[in-house]
């Protein structure tokens, strides 16, 4: 099965997502609902403010992710498919874009409980701009308020790219270090 197969969620999963949370059908907090509500309301009316959406890269960013697998626990080694909540986060990041073509967002906020795939979705974002972005030289940063959190999405990214079979494509660092520290 290639890639492009096994891709789980495509932008009728996420449209529905979107209208199902708008439309109180998912159980979810209020500032993902509005989000849910700003992203219907931008397909129609976006155009007037300048924003459109790119439908293109908005796939990209998907097929880069069912390209990943699983590192830890139960899932280890089974292909990272988004769940429809991941799905949705990753299709407004990569795909609006503002009149001059850049990204509208670039900065995300997420918030849920423990164990479910904060670090590991961070991971596969920061992969996905590292390296398959088509910015020469990209840089991403992941912080936290100690270096132990931080690690965290770290190793997970040099896991996730050993695991996927990606390694021997783009190599894997171990450096990490906070600035002004050896």
Not at 14 to 22: E, I, L, M, N
Not at 35 to 46: F, K, M, N, Q, T
Not at 48 to 57: I, K, Q, V, W
Not at 118 to 133: C, E, G, V
Request: hydrophobic share 45%.
């Amino acid at each position: 099965m290639t890639t492009a197969e096994r891709v789980r969620v495509d932008h009728n999963t996420v449209h529905q997502f979107a209208w199902d949370t708008a439309n109180g059908r998912t159980v979810c907090g209020e500032l993902m609902r509005l989000a849910c509500e700003r992203h219907l309301d931008d397909i129609e009316h976006g155009a007037e403010r300048g924003l459109y959406f790119d439908n293109d890269a908005a796939d990209r960013a998907l097929r880069f992710f069912a390209m990943l697998k699983q590192s830890d626990g139960k899932w280890r080694g089974q292909p990272f498919d988004l769940e429809p909540w991941q799905a949705f986060i990753v299709w407004n990041l990569f795909g609006w874009r503002d009149a001059a073509g850049n990204r509208r967002f670039r900065r995300a906020y997420v918030q849920v409980a423990r164990k479910n795939g904060k670090s590991t979705l961070a991971a596969a974002i920061a992969l996905l701009l590292t390296f398959a972005d088509g910015e020469h030289g990209a840089h991403v940063y992941c912080a936290a308020t100690k270096k132990d959190q931080a690690r965290i999405v770290f190793d997970e990214a040099s896991a996730m790219v050993r695991s996927s079979g990606l390694a021997q494509i783009v190599g894997v660092c171990s450096r990490f270090a906070l600035p002004g520290s050896d």
